[in-house]
């Protein structure tokens, strides 16, 4: 189903916030079906890993810090058109700017508390989803 998944991660502080259900309504609201789930916390290894792009960026070292502060949810969203579609639903990266009602600015504190990770293409969408699950967590 290329072109028809993304992934999706609830962070830190939105899950330490209660935000994890009322997100997760939202994107069943918005007719994901959701194929992957999990509450995990990531290992400063793991989120190394999973933010590589960014490592010579000078926020990579908070990034990492942010992600393994807590726990977050992890899951794979099916939709037709799911990168753009999910892109849409949670808004601009910075919940100051997110239009009103998207998952940031609903639930975001600030650009890097955000509440939510979405991937930025297909080709991503895939790598992403292949980090967090297994093909027997998928349904």
């Known amino acids: 189903m290329i072109g028809n998944k993304t992934l999706t991660m609830i962070k830190p502080t939105a899950v330490e916030k209660g935000f994890a259900g009322p997100i997760l309504a939202k ?3 918005a007719g994901f079906k959701i194929s992957a789930l999990k509450l995990m916390k990531l290992s400063k290894e793991q989120a190394e890993k999973f933010y590589e792009v960014h490592k010579d960026r000078p926020f ?3 990034l990492v810090g942010f992600m393994t502060s807590g726990a977050i949810v992890a ?3 099916e939709k037709e058109n799911a990168v753009e579609a999910y892109r849409q639903l949670i808004g601009a990266t910075n919940p100051d700017q997110a239009e009103k009602g998207t998952v940031r600015d609903l639930f975001g504190t600030n650009i890097q508390a955000n509440a939510v990770h979405g991937s930025d293409s297909n080709e991503n969408a895939e790598i992403e989803a292949d980090f967090f699950f297994s093909k027997l967590e998928r349904f």
């Open 27 to 29: 994107i069943n609201e």
């Open 75 to 77: 899951a794979i969203l």
């Open 60 to 62: 990579y070292n908070d």
